[in-house]
């Protein structure tokens, strides 16, 4: 039996694109919408491209319905990186599921993971008896998701599984189980499709990687 995509993450490693602006010659601009070439050098290069994330997160919605077609599905995002996953993933589920959002710190300014997670905002759903399944941008450290995996595993779920769209397995620090996973990419920090620094760049439709001058 051939090998899922949820089991099978695509690996990405890009390496700069030619150009004095590399980033203006990695993407097309697409009317008014923020791509990378808007982003001048605050950004140092591509790493996923908004078609390639279109197509990914469409392999993990047919994956995921799969799996939990029948089942008392609670997708659960967490704010506010997980807000474009969410909003797209939702969108090409085959069938209709629920949402709900938890607001977290885990972060400050800076660019990485505290390990300390306090609760801002919790869910509205009970979830007794509900299949959750955390939606995430990015599963760095791992320390943030395994915390929130606890707390709601401790609340009498019928399941907690995760679906990320990025994952940067050479700096976990803990172990955690993600059960779907959109792409690898390498230990930088990025920015893009819900992603921030300092509260900017979200509206990137790419994934880039920042440009250290930015934050050091
Ligand atoms: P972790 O606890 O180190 O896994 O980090 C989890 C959270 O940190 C993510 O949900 C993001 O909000 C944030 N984060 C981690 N890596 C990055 C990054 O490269 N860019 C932007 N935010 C990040």
């Known amino acids: 039996m051939g090998e899922c995509w949820s089991q099978r993450p695509v690996r990405l490693n890009r390496q700069a694109c030619n150009g004095a602006d590399p980033l203006a010659t990695c993407t097309e601009s ?3 919408a923020v791509d990378a070439a808007d982003m001048g050098a605050d950004l140092e290069r591509v790493l996923v ?14 994956d995921i319905w799969g799996d939990y077609e029948g089942k008392d599905l609670l997708l659960v995002g967490v704010l506010k990186g997980a807000v474009m996953v969410m909003s797209d993933l939702m969108r090409a589920l085959p069938g209709t ?8 710190s885990s972060y400050g300014s ?3 993971s505290s390990g300390v997670v ?9 979830i007794t008896d509900k299949h959750v399944l ?5 599963v760095d450290s791992g320390l943030t998701l395994s915390w929130i995996r606890a707390n709601l595993e401790s609340r009498s779920a019928a399941s907690v599984e995760i ?4 994952r940067k397995p050479e700096a976990a620090k803990v172990e955690v189980d993600v059960k779907y996973v959109g792409f690898d990419i390498p230990n930088e920090f990025v920015v893009g499709y819900g992603l921030d620094y300092a509260e900017k760049y979200r509206n990137l439709r790419d994934v880039g990687t920042l440009a250290p001058h930015v934050y050091t």
Do not use: H, N, Y
């Not at 306090?118 to 009970?126: E, M, P, Q």
């Not at 955390?134 to 990015?138: G, L, T």
């Open 30 to 32: 697409q009317g008014d």
């Open 49 to 62: 491209t908004e078609e390639e994330i279109r197509l990914r997160i469409a392999e993990l919605a047919v």
């Open 97 to 104: 599921a629920p949402m709900d959002w938890m607001a977290i």
């Open 110 to 112: 800076g660019t990485k």
């Open 118 to 126: 306090r609760i801002l905002k919790d869910l509205d759903t009970d």
């Open 134 to 138: 955390i939606v995430e941008d990015i």
């Open 163 to 166: 679906v990320t769209l990025l």
